[in-house]
């Protein structure tokens, strides 16, 4: 133990700083969070128990509150303890936390008469023996071993038998390790199983075998029910049976349907019970307890007895064939009455006639003798000899005692039902899936956890010990039924050899009747015990509100009790009785346990193999080779004892797996998936580091700059419309904007944005990413994004921009010009750029294009941007039905048949079905209309300078005086600030003057008439001439060919090298595009991305 020194501190009044903040505790059985009674929660929750500050900086108000409870001892964290505890106050909380256990104390308080003067639940006092080893006892041991174990050892031998025994235990055993290694990782509230997969593998697989350990308990109820039926019509009153056979050989069906009627009668009891009080439940748990124990230590007893003097006990055999018993009293052909030798009751069974001399009689009974053997022979008769290896019967066969003489004739099929035989086909695969079910039971000590005093001890010690106590009775058990009866004795499953007495009972000491009534107890106990488990199991499930139908079976009486999960539970156990065959319903829930156990063990391997900062469970001795194993003899033993029933239950599964992913369970619990999850991308990606993608596997990985509005909400929702058409939900999608401003001010608008985006990419079912930037200039927050997006080799390699609409119309430069900047950026950074122009004419995800063309305008090879984008839109179904076109631009000195010949090869090599077209531009004269285009632009932009030079004139000196504050506001994307712009311009200038600025004002008032003749007598720019001839004859070639395409790609022009020419560039863009509806204008990253190999 370490050592503590408590040092005295001068002491100040106590402190009220609980009353600040409290610990989120988590009540899993109810909406996923709780405080504490008393505490009060400044700091926000997430709902699963995670707090969320509001602002991530401290709270610097109200100093004169923080004197009352905070001493000068810890002034120095005066404004941290404004928003987190003190280490006392914190403790204390941590001291006094209790967690209830599921559908125990709660509802017998809620029960007692005066449920408001309950008082405070006592703390946890129960110890490893009554609290964990006991009750898992309780839970293991069960039907099967009264019930079917002799039938086991019979049929499968001794030696098949222990291998069984051996391969169910040893999986329990590695399970419950890989248990307590999760049940000693923190505390485990109410939920157990349920709860330990969940936290540690997430929701998805928490809720899929959440329900697989629900429907393994409501089928084990079943089972029990079935078991204690069986005891009741067998062996207990067999004259309560309501169906009778009229024909001997058919009685099986006539026993099933008393067990469905039986069963269903008792179901519908235990459940009454239930639902009336789950505290008579508990109450009579250890009367049940001891039943299990005195007819376990009565059979023992009878085998060390049947040492010095066996059981009487004796078997009629007609040749080396066994007889029913009850169908005669003496097994004798012959029996002397009086003086006389007369037939006896078993000759007029096999015999037409009395008459022993013209009798016509079986001739399989006339040709053997009669004989008569001990059933039980005792542990010093050395019968184990014949009992060490198997012998699997097939259904009908009658059940034979190798030993003895016997003369094969095959006997008249009248006479069958005299004889013992198999009433089911049996293999070694069938016997395992069968017994699994007596292993099961070992999470009854996790699900007690919150009264244990120390579970964290008791748990794994009570587990463990449990399963080694039953594990030896189990094996003992295999040696002793060998060693002490007859082999036909033991597989006779119903104990027909032995005048219809329990085979297990014949063995036990002082009477079989302990046993019969012992097990009989113990079976109902056992059966009432999941029911009472079984509903409080769903509503976890259903309160954590990850499976959204489950939600109505999380409600249930005022008191908490399930009573929509109770009737859900009898409904499924009512399934399981209308099988009514204990060895048809036994396999069903190993099935469930298996895969339920399976995931404990996987949890535990994850966890240990990620080395997660949180897995320090107290349980040292495990280790992931050892959870492995676990996890692959669950998987054996599921195919091994039925591989259909394996199938169906990995079905359910997997079903219920993919119904919460699909509806997206909102729950993060810090599950070892979350953190396999974050392994595999760190490995991924580091793979990816090792360098760029071939040209094979390239294909557009997306950061779509989007614009929003001064609500924070995104302007043109159709550029994720058009990204999510192009992605197909393939490769990697980043969505990032810019908020002018300061980080340290804008926290909360960043948040807000980031969650209006989202929800946006929600909607328009975008899957990627999302990040939001904040700085001064919205030309550097976009160079930001494009420099700094993704990690390592999963980062974008195109961008996709809005085009800036009105720039015209505005007096302002910084639109066109942050969108020229983001062009140039791209460049520099080798990125493609895709520019969706007219984007709100783009088609939603919801219409469909029935016919159309995607005309592709290929002018410059871009690397082949311009051929894939089509062949990636076309994946959508929205543009599946398009055709594709693809124009090219010949002049004069090219061959244009040929070119066209070129580019049909060329597009079949890149398995593209598109047509082709090769337009022929003529050189031609510049005409009068290019000329006035060109003159026009560059007047208009001559005028705008004129206009804000004279504007920077008059307010140079009020920018000398301006007040330095700047003002957070809110920036579109594309409105940047300029150096040499100002930020406010005041209402009102005050200027002084001097008789030098009146002059030179005088003088700028005099020149503008002048400076305005200037503009009309300009002459445009021979380049520029040129650029708008190429824009203007493309334009016209382009909308006459492509005015009704659904969509035209085309080559982006790049951004003259000199800035001085960029509102021209806009201007030449503008006039490409001029006249046509949706326009894709396409510039490549500088890098091949479609090729012709394979």
């Known amino acids: 133990m370490p050592h503590f020194t408590v040092v005295p501190v001068e002491d100040n009044p106590p402190s009220n700083y609980d009353s600040l903040e409290g610990i989120n505790w988590v009540d899993y059985r109810d909406t996923g969070q709780g405080g504490y009674p008393g505490h009060g929660d400044t700091v926000s929750s997430d709902g699963h128990g995670n707090h969320k500050e509001d602002s991530p900086f401290l709270n610097t108000t109200d100093s004169s509150k923080r004197n009352d409870y905070y001493d000068k001892n810890l002034a120095l964290f005066e404004e941290e303890l404004d928003i987190r505890p003190k280490v006392s106050s914190f403790l204390s909380r941590l001291v006094n936390y209790t967690n209830i256990t599921q559908g125990a104390k709660e509802h017998e308080e809620a029960e007692s008469a005066d449920a408001s003067k309950r008082k405070i639940p006592k703390s946890p006092n129960m110890g490893t023996l009554m609290g964990v080893y006991l009750p898992c006892l309780q839970n293991i041991f069960g039907v099967i071993l009264f019930l079917r174990l002799t039938w086991i050892v019979g049929t499968a031998g001794v030696v098949q038998s222990f291998l069984i025994v051996l391969m169910c235990c040893s999986c329990t055993m590695l399970t419950a390790i890989s248990m307590s290694a999760i049940a000693t990782n923190g505390v485990v509230p109410a939920g157990g199983a349920y709860f330990m997969i969940s936290r540690s593998l997430g929701p998805e697989f928490g809720g899929a075998v959440g329900l697989c350990f629900y429907l393994g308990t409501t089928f084990a109820a079943a089972m029990y029910i079935l078991g204690a039926i069986e005891i009741f019509l067998k062996y207990l009153v067999p004259q309560a049976a309501i169906f009778h056979t009229v024909d001997i050989h058919a009685g099986s069906s006539a026993m099933l349907n008393n067990m469905r009627v039986y069963g269903t009668i008792c179901l519908s009891l235990m459940a009454v019970v239930v639902f009336v009080g789950v505290k008579y439940v508990n109450k009579f748990a250890s009367l049940f307890l001891a039943c299990v124990i005195i007819s376990i230590v009565s059979i023992y007893a009878g085998a060390i007895k049947s040492i010095f003097h066996p059981p009487d006990f004796p078997i009629c055999m007609l040749g080396n064939r066994t007889l029913v018993r009850d169908l005669f009293e003496v097994c004798q052909k012959m029996e002397v009455k009086g003086n006389e030798t007369v037939p006896s009751k078993l000759w007029r069974n096999f015999c037409v006639s009395e008459n022993a001399s013209s009798a016509h009689c079986d001739e399989y009974f006339a040709q053997n003798n009669v004989t008569e053997i001990q059933g039980i022979p005792g542990l010093a008769s050395g019968i184990i000899r014949e009992n060490m290896w198997g012998d699997y019967l097939e259904k009908g066969q009658i059940l034979e005692k190798p030993s003895l003489p016997s003369v094969d004739v095959h006997g008249s099929m009248e006479s069958f039902g005299f004889y013992v035989s198999a009433d089911i086909a049996t293999s070694f695969t069938l016997l395992v899936g069968i017994f699994f079910p007596s292993a099961t039971g070992i999470m009854a000590g996790s699900n007690r956890s919150g009264d244990l005093r120390d579970a964290q001890k008791s748990i794994p010690v009570g587990t463990i010990l449990a399963i080694t106590t039953t594990s030896l009775v189990y094996f003992s058990s295999v040696v002793l039924f060998g060693a002490c009866i007859e082999g036909v004795v033991l597989r006779d499953k119903f104990g027909d050899a032995v005048s219809k007495n329990l085979v297990v009972g014949t063995l036990s000491w002082p009477s079989p009747w302990v046993i019969v009534i012992g097990s009989f107890f113990s079976t109902v106990g056992a059966g009432l015990q999941s029911l009472t488990g079984a509903p409080r199991l769903l509503q976890a499930i259903a309160k954590d509100n990850i499976i959204p139908f489950l939600r109505v079976f999380g409600h249930g009486k005022a008191n908490g009790e399930p009573t929509w999960a109770l009737l859900l539970t009898g409904l499924i156990a009512e399934l399981g009785i209308l099988i009514a065959s204990l060895d048809m319903v036994a396999p069903i829930l190993s099935m ?53 029933y394996a199938i169906v239950a990995m079905g359910i599964a997997g079903m219920i797996y993919k119904y919460i992913e699909y509806q997206g369970a909102e729950k993060e619990w810090g599950d070892g998936i979350r ?55 393939k490769g990697l999608t980043i969505v990032g904007s810019v908020i002018q401003g300061n980080f340290l001010d804008s926290y909360g608008e960043t948040q807000a944005s980031e969650q209006a985006i989202k929800n946006m990419m929600e909607i328009e079912r975008v899957k990627g990413f999302c990040q939001v930037v904040v700085a001064s200039k919205v030309r550097e927050g976009i160079s930001h994004l494009i420099q700094s997006c993704g990690l390592g080799g999963m980062k974008h390699n195109t961008v996709v921009m809005g085009w800036p609409y009105g720039w015209r119309q505005s007096e302002d430069p910084r639109a066109w010009k942050t969108f020229i900047n983001t062009v140039r950026c791209t460049t520099a950074a080798h990125l493609a750029l895709m520019v969706p122009k007219n984007v709100s004419f783009y088609p939603s995800n919801h219409e469909r294009f029935t016919d159309g063309h995607i005309d592709v305008w290929w002018i410059v090879h871009d690397g082949g941007m311009l051929m894939l984008l089509p062949f990636l839109l076309k994946q959508h179904k929205v543009w599946r039905k398009c055709k594709m076109r693809i124009f090219t631009v010949a002049q004069m000195d090219d061959n244009s048949i040929q070119m066209k010949k070129d580019l049909a090869t060329f597009l079949y090599q890149l398995r593209l079905e598109a047509e082709v077209e090769v337009v022929e531009m003529h050189d031609s004269d510049i005409s009068a209309y290019t000329y006035e285009r060109t003159l026009m632009m560059e007047q208009r932009s001559q005028m705008l300078r004129q206009m804000r030079l004279s504007s920077a004139e008059r307010n140079r000196e009020a920018q000398l005086v301006k007040d330095r504050h700047s003002l957070v506001r809110m920036g579109s994307l594309y409105s940047d600030e300029e150096e040499e712009s100002l930020d406010v311009v005041p209402e009102k200038i005050q200027m002084t003057w001097t008789k030098d600025k009146l002059d030179a004002e005088r003088r700028t008032r005099n020149n503008a008439p002048e400076t305005f003749r200037e503009l009309i007598s300009i002459k445009p720019d021979q380049s520029n001439v040129r650029r708008m001839h190429t824009a203007v004859k493309l334009n016209e070639v382009i909308v006459n060919r492509s005015h009704d ?35 894709l204008l396409v510039r490549g990253g500088g890098r091949e991305v479609i090729t012709i190999y394979s």
């Not at 240990?608 to 194993?629: D, E, I």
């Not at 021209?1064 to 949706?1078: A, C, I, K, Q």
């Open 592 to 644: 469930f346990f298996l895969m339920c156990y399976l995931f404990v063990n996987l949890a535990c391997a994850v966890q240990t193999l990620l080395r997660t900062p949180n897995w320090r469970p107290r349980f040292k001795y495990y280790h992931w080779a050892l959870s492995f194993l676990g996890m692959s003899m669950c998987l054996a033993l599921m195919f091994i004892s039925s591989w259909y």
């Open 675 to 729: 953190g396999l999850s974050l392994s595999a991308a760190r490995y991924a990606l580091l793979r990816l580091e090792a360098g760029p993608p071939h040209t094979k596997n390239w294909r557009p990985q997306l950061l779509v700059l989007l614009k929003l509005d001064e609500d924070l909400h995104v302007k043109y929702p159709r550029m994720l419309t058009f990204a999510s058409q192009l992605k197909a939900g």
């Open 1045 to 1079: 395409a659904r969509l035209v790609l085309l080559n982006m022009p790049g951004p003259p090298r000199n800035p001085e020419g960029d509102e021209n560039y806009m201007e030449f863009l503008e006039v490409l595009t001029e006249g046509l509806e949706r326009v």
